[in-house]
Nanobody, 122 residues
Framework: VQLQASGGGLVQAGGSLRLSCAAS????????VGWFRQAPGKEREFVAS????????YSTDSVKGRFTISRDNAKNTVYLQMDSLKPEDTAVYYC????????????????WGQGTQVTVSS
């Protein structure tokens, strides 16, 4: 299983970015895909997740109303649309996948992509 995250960059506060997580290597019909982020000196934290089959989503309170997670089954890709970005959103963002488990704990996720840097300037 391979996950490839992309779409990070530098943006001003209030701006938007869309992250992509392209999956390959197997079918993901029974997987949950999550986005996590890690700022310097901080632990990796859950941002949002989506079930591959039904599209059920969940996000942490700090991003609700600003970030939207979605998926494109035909492209085997999960997206994280990030709007109204704040400086505190600055972090390395990772996508990850876990089979048959709806969880927000990083240690439960079996597959990880490389991170993509998001920097929000004030």
């Amino acid at each position: 299983v391979q996950l490839q995250a992309s779409g990070g960059g530098l943006v001003q506060a209030g701006g938007s970015l869309r992250l992509s997580c392209a999956a390959s290597g197997r079918t993901f019909s029974s997987y949950v895909v999550g986005w996590f982020r890690q700022a310097p000196g901080k632990e990796r934290e859950f941002v949002a997740s989506i079930t591959w089959s039904g599209g059920s989503t969940y996000s942490t309170d700090s991003v609700k109303g600003r970030f939207t997670i979605s998926r494109d089954n035909a492209k085997n890709t999960v997206y994280l649309q990030m709007d109204s970005l704040k400086p505190e959103d600055t972090a390395v963002y990772y996508c990850a996948a876990v089979p048959l488990k709806y969880t927000t704990r990083p240690r439960d996720y079996a597959y990880w992509g490389q991170g993509t840097q998001v920097t929000v300037s004030s």
